[in-house]
């Protein structure tokens, strides 16, 4: 078993690669045989794999706009879920997390496929969760959000999670990209004036992060125009 995650860490891995590299049907073709060797696990280590394989698979699968795709992975990621209630060395925190992420997928996903009220299952789902409370888990939730044009639930979670980032005194591409999902928001909600002004903050903060890349060295988010 040992030898086969190995070489199913391998595997996906280059599958990775692959897809950072533009070759999705290779990247996708690889990512299944990853997951392939795994389909018997049935120990905590190796179901843990197994779900993490197949939540990347899925987010690349949303990202390429492949919807059915990407619920059916996500439909059998929850199956592997199950399977892990009450396993031993598989904690409740973990579970509740994982739920969490793929729950509120999983209700963009129907949303997307025109099964509204399956979405909304999910959604709530989603909701009882403890992580769903958490600043991240509340953004996890972005993309139903925007499809249900709940553009003010949108703001107030990035909001909360900005906060975190100002804490800890950092900015890196998330952050940018939670500037990108406040810039979308306002734009929907025809509040043109605002979206302008963080399009700009977030033009300086593209900038800023390729200097620091470029550079090698670090950029407090203290330096940067705050919004």
Do not use: H
């Not at 197994?50 to 619920?71: H, Q, R």
């Not at 909600?189 to 593209?206: G, H, N, P």
Request: proline share 1%; glycine share 6%; hydrophobic share 35%.
């Amino acid at each position: 078993m040992e030898n086969k995650r190995a070489e199913a860490k391998l595997l996906f891995c280059m599958g990775e690669n692959k897809r950072w590299l533009s070759f999705k049907k290779d990247a996708y073709e690889t990512f299944d045989e990853a997951i392939q060797l795994l389909r018997d696990a049935d120990d905590a280590y190796g179901l843990r794999m197994l779900s993490y394989f197949n939540g990347v698979k899925m987010s690349f699968l949303i990202d390429d706009g492949l919807i059915d795709d990407a619920l059916s992975v996500g439909l059998y990621r929850q199956k592997l879920l199950d399977k892990m209630e009450g396993k031993e060395g598989i904690q409740a925190a973990y579970l509740d997390l994982q739920k969490s992420y793929l729950y509120s997928k999983l209700a963009y996903l129907y949303y997307c496929s025109g099964d509204k009220e399956k979405a909304e299952e999910c959604f709530i789902k989603y909701k009882s969760t403890l992580a769903a409370s958490t600043p991240a888990g509340k953004y996890d939730a972005t993309p139903y959000l925007f499809v249900t044009g709940r553009y003010r639930e949108v703001l107030d979670n990035c909001r909360e999670l900005k906060e975190v980032f100002r804490r800890e005194d950092t900015i890196n591409y998330q952050y940018r990209g939670i500037l990108s999902k406040e810039i979308k928001a306002y734009t929907g909600l025809k509040e043109y004036e605002k979206a302008v002004k963080l399009s700009t903050v977030f033009i300086a903060l593209t900038d800023s992060i390729y200097q620091r890349e470029k550079n090698k060295c670090g950029i407090g988010i203290r330096n940067l125009v705050r919004c």
